[in-house]
Nanobody, 114 residues
Framework: QVQLVESGGGLVQAGGSLRLSCISSGIFRFSVMGWYRQAPGTQRELVANINKFGTTNYLETVKGRFTISRDNAKVAVYLQMNDLKAEDTAVYYC?????????WGQGTQVTVSS
């Protein structure tokens, strides 16, 4: 059973930065890795993903502020978040392997105070 361990969330002031990490306990190689978020009363949305070729895809509202990266040797995915805004407040979940048959992290709270 693959387990994903997330870290890096917290409380930050608007304009600040956080770096989220997600490390897998397994040795599987995942084609796609990504980060999703869910704010209270909203649906979970894709924030960014990255495939095995390094091609990235971002939610329009985070482009230029967030950067996703992966470490295939560690089976890990990261999300560097800069210039955070109050609307970025949500629980962030990593996903390895896609939303249909992949694995989810436990979620980490990111709160941005304005």
């Amino acid at each position: 059973q693959v387990q994903l361990v997330e870290s890096g969330g917290g409380l930050v002031q608007a304009g600040g930065s956080l770096r989220l990490s997600c490390i897998s306990s397994g040795i599987f190689r995942f084609s796609v890795m990504g980060w999703y978020r869910q704010a209270p009363g909203t649906q979970r949305e894709l924030v960014a993903n990255i495939n095995k070729f390094g091609t990235t895809n971002y939610l329009e509202t985070v482009k230029g502020r967030f950067t996703i990266s992966r470490d295939n040797a560690k089976v890990a995915v990261y999300l560097q978040m800069n210039d955070l805004k109050a609307e970025d407040t949500a629980v962030y979940y990593c996903n390895l392997g896609g939303t249909t048959n992949g694995y989810w992290g436990q979620g980490t709270q990111v709160t941005v105070s304005s």
